[in-house]
T-cell receptor
Framework: KQEVTQIPAALSVPEGENLVLNCSFT??????LQWFRQDPGKGLTSLLL?????REQTSGRLNASLDKSSGRSTLYIAASQPGDSATYLC???????????FGKGTMLLVSP | GAGVSQTPSNKVTEKGKYVELRCDPI?????LYWYRQSLGQGPEFLIY????????DSGLPNDRFFAVRPEGSVSTLKIQRTERGDSAVYLC?????????????FGQGTRLTVV
């Protein structure tokens, strides 16, 4: 059974810092990995989707990497801003399945 | 519509009552998913539809939970004899196709509170 772990559970940084969020998964046979953002009381907003054949994806100040063989992904946020404060969720689609397995998320607080 | 729409956004019900939660996916998306998120946890899979049929319902916790998608678009999640442990945010997502190849888009969720 696929399990997804996110470290750290919470992170607090001052504005302007670069930061890395970590995600690991136990079964490397995946179709893809997706990073989401969730604001309090809201649904999930997709940030980046990395297919299993890809190594990284970039969108603005966000860069996500994937090392499928070691079961790891990182989300790099450059020059963090208070508006980046949210919970960041990592999810994988395992090979042979069509559904997402989520981690518990990293709660990020960026202070002005 | 532009995105996945879920109604109601909040639902408070008494223990033992029946509730229905509605999801309107992005137009043209054939795959539709229901997830449940408890406080401080990541979403957990409940059921997946490809078209009108339930392709995978292995995440439904018990037979009090049931979902339909009769015309391959709107879906309704139905919970009978609600219990306090059913309190959670119920999230719906859709994608252009199944088999994990494409991006999933989520709605804002329905927060269910059973008192």
């Amino acid at each position: 059974k696929q399990e997804v772990t996110q470290i750290p559970a919470a992170l607090s940084v001052p504005e302007g810092e670069n930061l890395v969020l970590n995600c690991s998964f136990t079964d490397s046979a995946i179709y893809n990995l997706q990073w989401f953002r969730q604001d309090p009381g809201k649904g999930l907003t997709s940030l980046l989707l990395i297919q299993s054949s890809q190594r990284e994806q970039t969108s603005g100040r966000l860069n996500a990497s994937l090392d499928k063989s070691s079961g790891r992904s990182t989300l790099y946020i450059a020059a963090s801003q208070p508006g980046d404060s949210a919970t960041y969720l990592c999810a994988v689609t395992s090979a042979g399945y069509s559904t997402l397995t989520f981690g518990k998320g990293t709660m990020l607080l960026v202070s002005p | 519509g532009a995105g996945v729409s879920q109604t109601p956004s909040n639902k408070v019900t008494e223990k033992g009552k029946y509730v229905e939660l509605r999801c309107d996916p992005i137009s043209g998306h054939t795959a539709l998913y229901w997830y449940r998120q408890s406080l401080g946890q990541g979403p957990e899979f409940l059921i997946y539809f490809q078209g009108t049929g339930a392709a995978d319902d292995s995440g439904l916790p018990n037979d009090r939970f049931f979902a339909v998608r009769p015309e391959g678009s709107v879906s309704t999640l139905k919970i009978q004899r609600t219990e306090r442990g059913d309190s959670a945010v119920y999230l719906c997502a859709s994608s252009p196709q199944g088999r994990g190849a494409t991006e999933a888009f989520f709605g804002q969720g329905t927060r269910l509170t059973v008192v």
